[in-house]
Nanobody, 128 residues
Framework: QVQLVESGGGLVQPGGSLKLSCAAS????????IGWFRQAPGKEREGLSC????????AYADSVKGRFTISRDRAKNTVYLQMNRLEPEDTAVYYC?????????????????????WGQGTQVTTSS
């Protein structure tokens, strides 16, 4: 099974930026769609963005569209989430997850039920 490790979380002031990383091993991300999710205390897990296993097809939730950008580095087998103009409402634990949608597929989904493999999460706190 694929293993995922997130990094890059931290404390940032409102209006600031962070870039999260999701490193996958030992299997190539050419076989997996990768989604980013977050969960704040007392709230349900929210799907934010996804990049398909083709590495190009992406999807975004309305809440982050225009502020967050997902990308994939094939050589590093890593997916990134660039987060700009962060707000206090973005404070949450951020997770990446893998969906075995098949080789070089354009399938994307923001439904957490479609994901099998999950990272441990990284905390993002936006506060002044």
């Amino acid at each position: 099974q694929v293993q995922l490790v997130e990094s890059g979380g931290g404390l940032v002031q409102p209006g600031g930026s962070l870039k999260l990383s999701c490193a996958a091993s030992p299997y190539s991300l050419d076989y997996y769609a990768i989604g980013w999710f977050r969960q704040a205390p007392g709230k349900e897990r929210e799907g934010l963005s996804c990049v398909a296993s083709d590495g190009y097809t992406t999807a975004y939730a309305d809440s982050v569209k225009g502020r967050f950008t997902i990308s994939r580095d094939r050589a590093k087998n890593t997916v990134y989430l660039q987060m700009n103009r962060l707000e206090p409402e973005d404070t949450a634990v951020y997770y990446c997850a893998a969906n075995d949608g098949g080789l070089n597929s354009d399938f994307t989904t923001l439904d957490s039920h479609n994901y099998i493999y999950w990272g441990q999460g990284t905390q993002v706190t936006t506060s002044s």
